[in-house]
């Protein structure tokens, strides 16, 4: 909050977490010098939207989506007060986003389906990791891109009036402040450790794609033994 009415900065780009904790300053409008600002990492909740523009409304608010994988914004939307959802908008340039079922067929608008990406913005793939880059980076389906590639996001999204709407993950893969957690992979670091026959990790206070923290569950060696 210093720091952007210090320098008076008419630009910030930051995690709707972030955003929240500012909004809720009783000295947020001290802020007055922001124009325009940029979010991701998380879901946006329209409640988020709309205490923003309460307290700043004449500032433009954007939600923006993409994986790391996709070098990280692929899509854009300006918010729009009062909406009874938030919008992740539609493909920014050079960029191809479609809603897939399991057979990389496109869904009909208002079906929602995995979140596929096309375009120059791809990473190559996971280093050292092939057989993942296989699993995420696919050929594209359809004749127009023969040849090229498309990243899998494992993000579900549904077309609505021409805009995309997020649906969230279909597997354990969480946000925590704008980092993405894989809770499966805590689970089996877990396991392995001295004295622990099982565990079980959960995010709590989870809500539109993302949570506050997580916690571990464990169950020593020998009781799982006896």
Known sequence: LELIRDHSVNVMEAVPSSLGMLVERPDFD?????????????????????????????????????????TVETTMHECVRGATSVSIGGPMHNYEVRVLDTSL?????????????????????????????????????????????MYRSGDHARWVDGQLEFEGRRDHQIQVRGVRVELGEIETILRSLPGVGDAVVVAVNEAEGRADSIVAYIVPASVEND
């Open 105 to 149: 067929q496109l869904q009909p608008s208002g079906v929602p389906g995995e979140l596929s990406i096309a375009g120059d913005g791809l990473a190559i793939g996971y280093h050292g990791k092939p057989s993942l880059t296989a699993m995420a980076f696919v050929p594209c389906p359809d004749a127009e891109r023969r040849g090229e590639r």
């Open 30 to 70: 001290a802020c007055a010098s922001l124009e325009k600002v940029v979010l991701g990492g998380e879901a946006l909740s329209p409640g988020m939207r709309d205490s923003f523009y309460d307290n700043r409304g004449d500032a433009t608010l954007y939600n923006p989506y993409g994986p790391t994988e996709a």
